[in-house]
């Protein structure tokens, strides 16, 4: 193929060919003139020579350049593959080379410095939780920390998604941030879309610094190793600028000066900038990174593990301590027991470093020792004096090391601080080592080192070291005391100090706590006594006269001394809401549940309404007005995976926080909210309620005044508007011997030889229709029986009031609606046992009072009605029902209304009145009170439900009868919600 250039140069060589073709030979005829007349045959012998020549070498120009253009072409395709495999070589050599350095576990907290597994077989994701990201440098982004989302999510959910990511880990110390940036990188490898890149800003910090310029793709190199003289020129360069990797910066806050990670974090947005189609992720401690955030980067919290985590992790751990050589005793399953059943571990094990010095000693020992201060002594016992092998002039034996961190530790505490710079760490530790005086000591930056190693002491932030939990600080401070006599007095003369009351806890659990006990009494302050029955609770003897002291403190009942019972109640709730859980970093919940003993001793018998929960914590917070707050955990803290392992939602409902209004209860999974009540549930409790002697009297009741008006009618002839129908059924199953005489009285009537027997049949051999009745005829009857002292005063019933006047008056709706509902065919030919049939009862199966109440049932659910809105539902109710018929006021067409809506108004004030009596301050709740209410309830609704402009009244008296079956079964039944303070 010829390209445009090799045209003009053949164009151009043939202009040139032609020019010596001719120019030549011309210019020679010219200047030979004489010679070429005189011979004219040698001329043209030599002209035709030269210019064969000519040709030939024109020729073979021509070839060559045709050679030459070959040449070239297969010179560049055998250049362009040496250099494509050597790119593609590279590139596996440098994914091997980095899943190399990350294939294994980080050693900090290990048994030996030889059994760290791979990564990949005890790895847990960490969980994530999402922060705005950055609009400017200013501002306190980590102080306080407010939340975005509480959504736990994974750091591959926001990398490689299309858009380039910047991200900033902010996590404390042991909580896998680096793990998880291995763990990434790992990955990564195995990927051929990203290409990892993983620096330990550590490493690189000087060079940042002394360069400012310096690019990423240089600092890339330095890390290389034997692979730098390898890489293609330009090969990383070109794939940052191709958007290629996954840039991972770990440790910005282990930049050591203030003013060198200002740098470095100038540097990291100058690369971000430059290389803005690659995802970049940093890590930092909180402090670290608060004063200089990186302004593009979205926040990432690393949260604590979950119980589920926790689970996971040590399984994993297990599994691949099955794998490896040395000692195990302990199960996976055994461990996990006992973290369940000691809440207070649970602050350890969420945390991934601690968690795997626990796994340890249970893999060691078997078990987990039965105490805290046992716990951490073997934790201390495994991580130092099985850590590794001592190495003369490196390191020292387990118990000097012990002893050099027990000294830190009371050094920290009698400072009172969690954190020393490096300088004052190492000259500690050079005075420790003087004091004991080892054989061939090591410098106190190796001791220091080792120390790091261990997983106790961290470097918290750059250049200020803490123990990797305040615990440890707090108990080997305890073991320096119990080791030193003369330190001893110190700790009774600080019982009213919180800074030191873990200490004092950890001290009593391996000495004879006496002394601090008699120091509390003397003291007589909350915190004092609060801590006086810690200590007797660690287990260890005391003096019996001292015993007897503090005990009758708690013993004595409450009086009506107010002060008194305060003093008390400021004991007992510390001691029952000490133990606390950390779901995160911020938050710190109870980990006991509000127990009845409590609450009552703030007079309150139960917990079972909203106003009672804002009762107690009022109560609790008043009795500490300096600190600290107790409050309800929020929507999103108990929906967190981490609070399940103290009050599971999903098991068990949960007081809430509600924003701007009353505590909630909040549910999980399939639970029901405990303020409702299923449809079923309405369902069987009206089925109990009609098989009540009270509820069938009244219905018998209802049957004695359609008798009534049945003689009426008989005696009047008036036009029926209702159809009276199977009702006399009824009287079939009113069992109760005390209503055998009315039971009498209506089976009379449909007897054949009863004295209105002959009138019914000639009233229904003369009327083709069927026998009605006037609705509003047994409105006025209803009213008048409720009236009647005499049948209020019948042997057997026991209602009274407006709880006789709702349940009868419910019932004669009920009765109403059936009739209404139930029609019969028209009867032309009237014999005997015809007519007596429209009387008598059925022969088959007989009418249930359950078949006159089931079709008004609520087929849905309702929301919740707490007392107080359950009474206010009612109130509502009837002046809505007011409001909409006139009912109730001076002017009102009784014609339009209707009688059935009268009566619901009826039966409605009267519900009203029961339901003040039950619901409104101390009210009586009884059985006879609920039964009266649900089905008041229900039969208002079913006497204007059918009238459209009534039917969001009735719906609303439906779900009263679904709140007040809710509140009977929280009232009567055992509450299995739980109450969880977060203490803060």
């Not at 009868?961 to 509140?967: C, E």
């Amino acid at each position: 193929m010829t390209t445009p250039a090799s045209g003009v140069g053949s164009r151009l060589g043939r202009a040139l060919l032609l020019g010596l073709a001719v120019a030549p030979p011309a210019a020679l005829g010219v200047a030979l003139w004489e010679w070429v007349r005189q011979n004219v045959t040698a001329a043209v012998l030599l002209t035709a020579g030269y210019e064969l020549v000519l040709l030939a070498g024109g020729f073979a120009g021509k070839v060559f350049g045709d050679l030459q253009d070959r040449w070239v072409k297969s010179a560049a395709d055998r250049a362009d593959e040496l250099l494509r495999r050597t790119s593609s070589r590279f590139e596996r050599d440098y994914r091997r080379q980095v899943r190399e350095t990350v294939r294994f576990v980080d050693q900090k907290g290990l048994i030996t410095r030889g059994d760290a597994p791979e990564l990949e077989q005890i790895y847990v994701d960490v969980s994530l939780e999402s922060r705005p990201p950055r609009e400017s440098a200013g501002g306190a982004l980590v102080a306080g920390l407010p939340a975005v989302s509480h959504e736990r999510r994974s750091l591959g959910d926001f990398l490689q998604r299309g858009r380039p990511a910047v991200l900033a880990l902010i996590g404390a110390p042991g909580t896998g941030k680096t793990t998880l940036l291995r763990h990434t990188t790992l990955r990564l490898c195995s990927h051929d879309r990203a290409l990892p890149v993983l620096l330990y800003l550590r490493d690189h910090a000087a060079d940042i610094v002394e360069r400012p310029d310096v690019g990423l793709p240089e600092i890339i190199a330095a890390r290389l190793g034997r692979l730098r003289e390898q890489e293609p020129a330009g090969w990383f360069d070109g794939r940052l600028e191709r958007g290629r990797c996954v840039v991972l910066l770990d440790g910005l806050d282990e930049v050591t000066r203030e003013e060198h990670r200002r740098l470095v974090v100038d540097w990291v947005e100058r690369q971000i900038a430059q290389y803005a189609q690659n995802d970049f992720v940093i890590t930092s401690r909180p402090y670290g990174y608060r004063e200089y955030p990186l302004d593009s980067a979205a926040v990432l919290l690393v949260r604590r593990f979950t119980a589920e985590q926790i689970a996971m992790f040590v399984h994993a751990w297990y599994r691949a301590a099955d794998r490896a050589p040395g000692p195990s005793k302990g199960g996976p399953e055994a461990l996990l027991a006992e973290l369940r059943r000691n809440t207070q571990l649970y602050d350890l094990a969420a945390n991934p470093l601690l968690l795997t010095m626990i796994v340890n000693v249970h893999r060691i020992r078997g078990d987990l020792p039965g105490t805290r201060a046992e716990l951490y002594a073997e934790i201390c016992r495994v991580v130092l004096w099985r850590h590794d092998v001592r190495r003369p002039g490196t390191s020292l034996d387990g118990e000097p090391k012990e002893q050099v961190l027990r000294e830190l530790a009371y050094t920290m505490m009698e400072r009172g601080t969690r954190d020393l710079p490096r300088a004052e760490i190492t000259a500690l530790i050079e005075a420790s080592l003087a004091r004991l005086a080892p054989d061939d000591p090591p410098p106190p930056a190796t001791l220091l080192t080792d120390l790091e190693n261990s997983g106790l002491l961290l470097e918290r932030e750059a250049g200020a070291y803490s123990f990797s939990h305040q615990t440890f600080q707090e108990y080997l401070a305890a073991a320096h005391i119990h080791d030193h006599p003369d330190l001893r007095p110190g700790l009774p003369a600080a019982v009213n100090d919180p800074w030191w009351r873990e200490t004092i806890l950890l001290y009593a659990a391996r000495a004879d706590p006496t002394a601090i006990v008699r120091a509390c009494l003397l003291s007589r302050t909350v915190p004092a006594l609060a801590l006086a029955f810690d200590c007797v609770d660690e287990g260890r003897p005391i003096a019996p006269r001292v015993r007897a002291e503090l005990e009758g403190l708690l013993d004595t009942p409450q009086d009506g001394d107010p002060e008194r019972n305060r003093f008390l109640s400021a004991v007992a709730v510390p001691r029952h809401l000490r133990d606390v859980v950390r779901v995160s970093d911020q938050v710190a919940v109870c980990s006991r549940p509000v127990t009845p003993d409590l609450h009552r001793r703030f007079g309150l018998s139960s917990l079972t309404w909203p106003e009672d929960v804002e009762s107690f914590l009022t109560s609790v917070n008043d009795l500490f007005p300096g600190g600290p707050v107790y409050r309800l955990p929020t929507r999103d803290l108990a929906a967190d995976p981490a609070f399940a392992v103290i009050a599971d939602p999903a098991a068990r409902p949960v007081w809430v926080a509600e924003p701007g209004g009353p505590p909630g209860l909040h549910t999980a999974g399939p639970l029901p909210h405990p303020f409702t009540a299923t449809p079923q549930e309405v369902t069987d409790r009206v089925q109990e309620d009609l098989k009540d002697a009270k509820v069938r009297d009244t219905a018998l009741l209802a049957c004695l005044l359609y008798r009534v008006y049945l003689r009426k009618a008989l005696n009047s002839n008036v036009p029926y508007q209702e159809e009276f129908g199977n009702l006399f059924q009824l009287a079939e199953f009113v069992k109760d011997p005390r209503r055998a005489r009315e039971r009498e009285l209506v089976k009379a009537d449909l007897d054949d030889s009863g004295a209105y027997h002959d009138r019914v049949l000639r009233f229904v051999h003369d009327r083709t229709d069927l026998l009605k009745s006037d609705i509003d005829q047994v409105q006025s009857l209803v009213r008048g029986l409720t009236r009647d002292r005499r049948l209020a005063d019948a042997p057997g019933v026991d209602l009274a009031g407006a709880r006789r006047a709702c349940l009868i008056g419910g019932m004669a709706i009920f009765l109403c609606r059936w009739i209404a509902a139930n029609k019969r065919a028209p009867v032309v030919e009237v014999r005997a046992s015809a007519s007596a049939s429209i009387l008598q009862p059925d022969r088959g199966r007989p009418l249930r009072l359950f078949q006159l109440v089931r079709t008004y049932l609520l087929k849905s659910g309702a929301p919740p009605l707490p007392p107080q809105a359950l009474l206010a539902a009612v109130r509502d109710g009837v002046a809505e029902l007011s409001r909409l018929t006139g009912l109730g006021g001076d002017r009102v067409n009784l014609e339009r209304v209707g009688t059935e809506a009268r009566m619901a108004y009826d039966v409605a004030t009267s519900l009203r009145a029961v339901a003040e009596e039950g619901l409104a301050g101390t009210g009586t709740s009884d059985a006879d009170f609920v039964r009266c209410v649900r089905l008041g309830a229900l039969a208002v609704a079913a006497g204007i439900m059918h009238k459209p402009t009534l039917k969001p009244v009735a719906r609303s008296f439906w779900e009263i009868a679904v709140g007040i079956t809710a509140l009977e079964r929280r009232v009567t039944g055992s509450s299995a919600d739980a109450l969880i303070l977060v203490r803060s």
